[in-house]
């Protein structure tokens, strides 16, 4: 049943966002930056954890999973550090994907080489 919950849930976030490519002039970046936000709004109203827990990783993996992440982390870090948790508390809640992130852009730039469009 959990996988069926992550692909439900994933499938739903994919399909907003194809609806809204399709049916505004919203371009693909504003619209992931808008995931990422309405992660983080959902996540700081207490609204997303639900759907995490029942979504699973079709709701962690995608772009409004990492802005529930950065959410968390900003709260947990104000909680222990006070609002020094504010500037720290997101990177260090998100690390691990932005390194990865980073080192598999690298290694797919040292493995490929760009080239034009066809």
Known sequence: MEYLNAFLCGGILCAIGQV????T???PARILTGYVVAGVLLGALGLYQPIADWGGAGATVPLTGFGFSLAKGVKKAVAEQGWLGVFTGGLTATAGGITAAVVFGALMALLFRSGEKR
């Open 20 to 23: 809204l490519i399709d049916r």
């Open 25 to 27: 002039q919203l371009t």
